[in-house]
C-alpha cells in the first residue's frame, strides 16, 4: 500500500475517533469563550486529561470500535500505526482550535 | 506454508475456555473446525488472528512465532459479524480492496450498484461482499468463521466452489453450525470439545465425542 493511500485511510479511521475530539475541543468551549485565560486553562487541562483518558482506556475505547478497525487491518493497517495515528492528528487538531480560538 | 497454533489458554473469569489447543493450517488444505455452542471457537479464531491477546499461547508460521502484529499481517480474517463500515460505498470498499465490480457480481450472482452504501445492502449481500473480500485477500492463511450464516444455498454452494479455488494458494481454516458443509469441504478436520482440540479421521468420531447423534 502506498503511502498517500495509507494517510486518506488514517484520516478516515481518524473519523471514528471524530466525536470526542469535537466534545473536548469545541462544544465545551462554546461555554468559555468570554473568558480567554479560562479557555486556555482549560483547553490545557483537557488536553492532559484526553492524553491521559486516552492513554489509560485506548483499549476501551479501541474496543468499541473493533469491529470497524477490522476492515482496516484487512488492508494491512497495523493497530500501532492506527494508535499512532490517531494521537498525532489528535495533537494536530488541538493546536488547531488552540491557534484559532485563542 | 504452514500455520501452527498450540499452547493456548483462554477463561472467562474462573471458567477455562481454551486450554489444550493444536491446529494446523497448511497451503492446499481446507481445515475444518466443528463444536457446540459455546465451545470456543470463535475465541480460538479469534487469538490466532491476533484480535484476543491471552497470556499463554504460540501461534507460529513455518516454525516461527508470530506477536499479535504479525498474526494480523499474515492472516485474513472472516468474523461473525459484519466488519465494514456501514458508511462505505461498494465502490470505496471495491478500491481499497483492489478488486472489480464484475468479479463480485459474478461471485455473488446478482447486480450490484457501485454507489450504493455498506448499510443499505441486505444481510445476505452484506455476508457475500466480506466473504468475497477475505477470500480474494493476498494474505496466505485465511480464517471464516461461519462464513455461510445468511445465505441461500446457492450462494453457499458459490462460496465452496470459491474456497476450492482459493486453497490452491492459501491455507483455510473454515468453522460452521453447518457443519456438513464444513464435512464436504475440509481436507483436515478438528473438533473442539471442553477446551481441548481432537483431531477428527471419521464421521463416527463425531458421533463418539457427542458433536453428532
Known sequence: MDLITKIKLIFRIYKLFLPSAIFYYFILMIFFVPNREKIAEILGFLFFIKIVILIIAFYSIYSTKKNQLLYYYSLQLTKYEIIISVFIIDIILFYIFKFFLL | ?213
Request: with cysteine.
Open chain 2, 1 to 213: 506454508m504452514k500455520l501452527e497454533a498450540d499452547g493456548i489458554e483462554f477463561s472467562y473469569g474462573d471458567k477455562k475456555i481454551l486450554h489444550s489447543i493444536y491446529i494446523s493450517l497448511e497451503t492446499g488444505k481446507v481445515t475444518g473446525l466443528l463444536g457446540r455452542n459455546g465451545s470456543g471457537k470463535s475465541t480460538l479464531l479469534q487469538v490466532m488472528y491476533g484480535f484476543i491477546t491471552t497470556e499463554t499461547q504460540s501461534v507460529r508460521i513455518q516454525g516461527k512465532k508470530l506477536d499479535n502484529v504479525k498474526k494480523i499481517k499474515n492472516i485474513a480474517y472472516l468474523p461473525q459479524y459484519h466488519f465494514v463500515p456501514g458508511n462505505l460505498k461498494l465502490k470505496t470498499i471495491l478500491n481499497d480492496f483492489n478488486l472489480e465490480l464484475s468479479e463480485l457480481e459474478d461471485f455473488s450472482n446478482q447486480k450490484m450498484n457501485l454507489n450504493m452504501g455498506f448499510e443499505n445492502l441486505s444481510g445476505g449481500q452484506k455476508r457475500i461482499l466480506e466473504i468475497f473480500l477475505i477470500l480474494k485477500s493476498d494474505k496466505k492463511f485465511i480464517i471464516l468463521d461461519e462464513p455461510f450464516s445468511y445465505l441461500s444455498p446457492i450462494l453457499v454452494d458459490k462460496i465452496i466452489k470459491k474456497v476450492q479455488e482459493e486453497k490452491v494458494n492459501k491455507a483455510i481454516l473454515i468453522t460452521d453450525h453447518l457443519y456438513k458443509h464444513v464435512l464436504d469441504i475440509s481436507d483436515e478436520l478438528y473438533l473442539i470439545q471442553n477446551g481441548c482440540t481432537r483431531k477428527i479421521k471419521e464421521k463416527e468420531e463425531l458421533v463418539q465425542f457427542g458433536y453428532l447423534r
